[in-house]
């Protein structure tokens, strides 16, 4: 292969990621923002789609286990081909420490990150269904 085409290649390759990133991006980015109607008496649909997020002890890094699993008070999101929990984001007052894409049925909702939360204020979870679209959850540290 000379340079050429070598540069071609290269190009038609940052191309192809672009838009596989781009398409990926649009499956996310038209989705509802959901909102309990009442945060503190939620429902069990709004259960059900809740992140709950959890801290663990922080390592002899400083890194501290984050965890969102997808569901509260008993109930656990679906995880089937028709309708699942396919991301979750956690953020660290504004700054976004991660997204996990996930499958259906061979993975559920539910993510942990290893978190430096020495000046964090709060953390953010954010689940996507499916179906049913983007559910936030926010705690004060
Ligand atoms: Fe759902």
């Known amino acids: 292969m000379n340079r050429r085409d070598a540069i071609k290649l290269t190009a038609a390759a940052a191309l192809l990621t672009a838009l596989s990133a781009t398409a990926e991006e649009e499956v996310f980015k038209n989705r509802e923002e959901m909102k309990p109607e009442n945060p503190a008496k939620l429902q069990e649909s709004e259960l059900k789609h809740t992140p709950q997020i959890t801290i663990g002890k922080k390592d ?68 996507g269904c499916n179906l049913h679209g983007i559910w936030t959850s926010t705690l004060a540290l």
Not at 82 to 103: N, T
């Open 60 to 127: 002899a890094k400083g890194y501290t286990p984050v965890s969102i699993t997808v569901g509260q008070g008993g109930i656990i999101h679906p995880s089937t081909p028709e309708h699942w929990i396919d991301f979750v984001e956690l953020y660290a007052d504004k700054k976004r420490v991660g997204k996990s894409e996930l499958e259906a049925e061979i993975s559920r909702g539910a993510v942990t990150f290893a978190v430096k939360l020495d000046q964090v204020k709060t953390l953010t979870a954010k689940a």
